[in-house]
């Protein structure tokens, strides 16, 4: 084979490539293909994290101005439910500038790692060093798009221990007759509608005045709160995939009531079943069927089947849906510190050192109001020890709900 001329002039027609040079040009060509496709299979799921990641952050940062509510101030001492008043103790303390309340993408970053491995920023004692437990009021309210009467249809005391790393609750009955204070005798979910009729612009009056009434009734101290409104409730279900619930007797009401006022039949099969959120909620508001007891056994299933699907939690898509379901649903006293602290303890809890109880008969007895309401009327004393005690944990407690109906 004749050797190519090394130099070329103008116009001179060049001599074509021997075959080992064209296999080695397109060998080389595929390489450069194939190391492109790596390249792409390897980063575009960092670029897809990324930017699925940049929206946690700022859907959490917008969640902290829209969902985060301090209480105000105690106006009158806590009455242990026994006649004697103890100190008021002051609201719970705004965090300090380290608590990041309105915190940048990279601390919503760094907060979210410590939450997850359990760093030192999330540890209870360094966020609540005073504290060796927090009373957390847990409401779910019943409101309409259209207005009408704001009430707390769910009502649930938690005691979360932050040394044991337990958490005690007790679900009180919507039609529990309660002194109202400034009020007089009421249903204790009419509370968190008269406290906001009585300031109508502070998003906060109506918790507050429904944790006014639980201390004067019963001197149980509330330290934070979280507070769902159950219009929203179906997105947050709905964004963690819906929640898997073993319903343990068939259900059929044929009076359940629809958004516009109006009735329809509602039927739930007994039996292991995965509910999305239109489903839950009607499970957890239905109650024609049996009874208001029954109802709230049910609604704390709802809320164990959510919070058993939120720590089993996988898909970063998802994180991102609840984040932005929940910042339109819930308000609470916790700032982003706190939150960070709270996360990271459930997902360290173990399902048995989590305890539901239902205050019932024979403690409380049917009987009607001086209005003529139905209503549950019980000894406020027996009713504050019964509390105290089952959030504490010192003894047995009322029918207590296992994980998801089991």
């Known amino acids: ?25 397109h060998w080389s060509k595929r390489r450069k293909i194939a190391i492109a496709i790596a390249l792409l299979i390897v980063f575009a799921p960092i670029v897809t994290v990324g930017w699925y990641a940049w929206s946690i952050t700022n ?14 101030e105690r106006r009158e001492p806590i009455n242990d439910g026994l006649g004697n008043q103890q100190h008021a103790l002051t609201a719970s303390p705004v965090p300090t500038d380290e608590s990041n309340d309105d915190p940048s993408s990279l601390d919503v970053a760094r907060g979210l790692i410590s939450a997850r491995t359990g760093g030192e920023n999330t540890s209870p004692s360094a966020v609540w060093p ?30 979360l221990d932050l040394e044991a790393k337990t958490m005690n609750s007790v679900s009180l009955p919507r039609d529990l007759l309660v002194e109202i204070p400034g009020y007089g005798e009421g249903k204790i979910n009419g509370a968190y509608g008269i406290g906001a009729d009585e300031d109508p612009e502070s998003r906060v009056a109506g918790i507050a005045k429904l944790r006014e009434t639980i201390e004067h009734n019963f001197g149980i101290p509330i330290d934070d709160y979280v507070m769902i ?3 929203g409730f179906k997105e947050v279900v709905d964004a963690v995939g819906g929640i898997d619930i073993n319903v343990p007797t068939r259900i059929v009401d044929k009076a359940f009531p629809t958004e516009d006022y109006g009735t329809r039949t509602l039927v739930v099969e007994a039996g292991p079943q995965h509910m999305d959120g239109e489903m839950s909620l009607a499970y957890a508001r239905t109650r024609h069927a049996d009874s208001d007891d029954q109802r709230r056994e049910r609604q704390m299933l709802v809320i164990r089947a959510l919070f058993e699907k939120g720590r089993e939690l996988g898909t970063i898509t998802r994180v991102a849906d609840l984040i932005t379901a929940l910042s339109d649903a819930a308000q609470t006293s916790f700032h982003w510190n706190e939150q960070l602290a709270l996360a990271a303890l459930a997902l360290n809890m173990d399902e048995s050192l989590i305890h539901m109880s239902n205050l019932e008969q024979p403690l409380i007895q049917p009987g009607t109001s001086s209005t003529g309401a139905w209503v549950y009327v019980g000894d406020p004393g027996a009713i504050s020890a019964f509390i105290e005690s089952a959030l504490s944990g010192k003894e047995a407690v009322s029918r207590s709900v296992g994980p998801a109906g089991t």
């Not at 084979?1 to 040009?25: C, F, I, K, S, W």
């Not at 005073?130 to 207005?147: A, F, H, M, S």
């Open 1 to 25: 084979m004749q050797p190519r001329p090394q130099n070329l002039l103008h116009g001179q027609r060049p001599v074509t490539a021997t075959p080992r040079e064209y296999r080695r040009a």
């Open 59 to 72: 859907a959490i940062g917008d969640a902290q101005d829209v969902a985060v509510v301090d209480f105000p």
């Open 130 to 159: 005073d504290k060796l437990y927090l009373n957390i009021l847990v409401v779910g309210l019943d409101t309409r798009p259209e207005g009408g009467d704001q009430n707390a249809d769910v009502i649930i005391i938690a005691r």
């Open 229 to 231: 409104d159950f219009e």
